[in-house]
């Protein structure tokens, strides 16, 4: 099948896409916010640590100058008594280790004091060109940046503190401190797994530990560290190195304090994270992708089984899916699979039905009348010559269908549809053309053949009227075999439907007799065989016998029909299986409607014999009521034969006081007030009140008829 983005493949495809771009996005994301989470740490530890020591070493400076100002501050010096300031300064250097050096100078710039070397040493040195003898001019104090000490030649830092009296500048007093200790230990200190304290001077150079400018960082570097307002900066040395720093000018000095860490301190979280996220989701596609493709496999498998089973099943060939390739697909697939194999054995199974109906009698079996037509153009060809054609009809069918009903009249269809199958030959074609009509088709068949086709159609009718329950099956048969006068396959199936109309006006009195005789016999078997309808007739008899001797104005005639009527009433019943008519509880809807048709069934039988003939209105009509219901319902009142009304009256007295199977009968009494109550609705209101008359005036008598 093609791969469509609305195919299986197709479908399965774009989310494996978008659950691959998810896997890509999300360690992206993950990445994005790691990067930004690493940034604010490594942010925060440089923030902390450029605190702590910049207000450390803010600290030490302000504590250095404010011990220089309470020397400026001395007695001595404000009286200028230089040898005592020798003495004081000389003692507190002494005491003081790391200041090298106090120094007085006057107004002028020249040293006069030194604590290490006395009064006025150095009478041709003069500092008034120093920077930070100009800020004591101004009044302003001074620290200077890292230098190298004269006479220790280690790095000090010049802390000088101006003298201002009422009268105007004094000079001041400047201690040189020693700094390569603090200096180390600025140098020394770490913090995290790279960071490192960096201390710029003026000129923006790292002092080393010789206290001299180290490295110089570039200016944009310098630029950007002292505009970062607070922010982190990155920067990449000459020598390549990159750095993420942060820096800090200490208050009231040249310093520049500078916290920084390597890059790859910074980094290595994200970067690390980032393996992670990207080797879980790297193996999360993997196993997804092998997951997805194998699903694939599977699904596309039971897919492309099903495709070919639909396929077939369009082009006709209804197979079941092979179980064992179903076995590997997914449960809902599998299912569907099972599903439509069911559904193609149930295809299969109602086309082939469908098939054999569209060429078949669904009655009898044999061949219809399209496949009839079919073959004989086939046979038109003149491959199988010589061809004869036998034509044949049911004798006496509608007879039967009137009298016993269509369940009969199909069994009589089925048993000639048997005869004649049986007397064909293997290479023959049998076909109900018709309601009762057949034809056969014999290939390559003489006069001779079909003679003896007939004759076997003649046994097995014989043969089958030999059977118990047989009905009377008589057949007209008519062949014609092609010959020089007759090749036309049309005109040779008109000739032998010719010689089987023929046939059939010759036999039709024979067969009349003979549907006759099965009925009469059908009807002595009846009386015999049901003991209870042989029992209610009789009684009928009997009672309608004594009644109508007893009424002087129905003539004599008049009363031998009626008893005859009464003896013949029912003989509709032959069309009533025994199970119906001896049920002993209540009738269902369908029973009781088959039991209604009764005597519509007794008055065609009658009228198929002569002596009966005349019976056939009264037996219709003697179930309708005075008031035109009852069955069949219609025109009531004197409309109704007066035959038909007398039985009425005489059947419903012997059915309510006569011995049945489904209830206790009434006793006369009983049954006479329900023919009084029903008078004038069922039952003609005039006869009835003389038919209980007769019988309570002759009381005598009820022992016959009870």
Known sequence: MPVTIRSIRGVLNFYTFLLAAAMFIFPVLIGVYDLQKAWQNADRDLTYALEMQSTALQRWFTINQNTVRSLAALPTVQRKSFESMFEDFRNFSRANSNFDSIVFVDAKGSPVVQSGSGINTHPDLNISDRDYFKDAIEGKSHITDVIIGRTSGKPIVIFSIPLIEDDGFQGLVFGSIRFDTLLNTILSTHFGATGKFLLLNAQGKSMQETGVGGNSFSDETIAALRSSNGQSVSYREASGSKYLAKGKQLERTNFFLVARMDYGEYLGPFIANMLYFVTVSVVLLFFMLSISRKLYKKVDRSLNLLFEGVVKT???????????????????????????????????????????????DELTGLYNRAYFEDAMRRFDSGRFNPVTVVVCDVNGLKMINDTLGHKAGDDLIVAAANALANAGRKTDIVARIGGDEFAMLLPESTDETAGEVLRRIRSEIDEYKR????????????????????????ALFSEADKQMYASKQLEKPHSKREVLAFLSSRMHDLRKASHDRKRHMAACAAIMEAFVREQPDIAPEKKEFLILLAKNHDIGFTEIPPEITEKPGPLTDEEYLLVQRHPETGARIASLFPELADLAEPIRLHHRWWNGKGYPAGDGGEAIPLESRLMAIVDAYEAMTGDKIYRTPLSPEEALKELHRCAGSQFDPVWTERFITFFLEYREREHIFA
Not at 336 to 343: N, Q, W
């Open 467 to 490: 059977g118990e329950d047989s009905l009377p099956l008589n057949i007209a048969c008519g062949a014609a075999t092609t010959s020089g006068r007759i090749q036309n396959i049309e």
């Open 314 to 360: 369009e082009q006709g060939e209804y197979d079941s899916l092979d179980p064992d390739l179903l076995e590997d697909a997914p449960f809902e697939l599998r299912e569907l699979g099972i599903a439509f194999s069911s559904m193609a054995e149930t295809v299969r199974s109602k086309t082939a039905e469908l098939e054999f109906r569209s060429f078949h």
